[in-house]
């Protein structure tokens, strides 16, 4: 069975850095393009950041570019988001998601699979 699980959240000051994990159990990750999403309280989905099978093909969302990073290594099934200089209206949860298209995109209904994911909370 397909899994998706993330880490690396927790608090930080505004400022700080966090790196976010997106572990694949069940299935190669590599055939995969995937997904961050963040969801802030009373507010939609939204989406953060892709990255393509291959991760020739990044996107990003305008609030989060030149502040985070995305990025592979398919040898451990693991995607990463390194997020730096964060703002108190980063805080959400952020989930990793891969679509069954393999398509890098922003849309969280083109998703199919879901992690459970991760608390990121940045103090003024």
């Known amino acids: 069975q397909l899994q998706l699980v993330e880490s690396g959240g927790g608090l930080v000051q505004a400022g700080g850095s966090l790196r976010l994990s997106c572990a694949a159990s069940?299935?190669?990750?590599?055939?995969?393009?995937i997904g961050w999403f963040r969801q802030a309280p009373g507010k939609e989905r939204e989406g953060v950041s892709c990255?393509?099978?291959?991760?020739?093909?990044?996107k990003y969302a305008d609030s989060v570019e030149d502040r985070f990073t995305i990025s592979r290594d398919n040898a451990k099934n693991t995607v990463y988001l390194q997020m730096n200089s964060l703002k108190p209206e980063d805080t959400a949860v952020y989930y990793c998601?891969?679509?069954?298209?393999?398509?890098?995109?922003?849309?969280?209904?083109?998703?199919?699979?879901w992690g459970k994911g991760t608390l990121v909370t940045v103090s003024s």
């Open positions: 990255i393509s099978t291959s991760g020739h093909i990044i």
């Open positions: 069940g299935f190669t990750l590599d055939t995969y393009a």
């Open positions: 998601a891969a679509p069954e298209t393999g398509r890098c995109v922003l849309d969280s209904s083109g998703m199919d699979y």
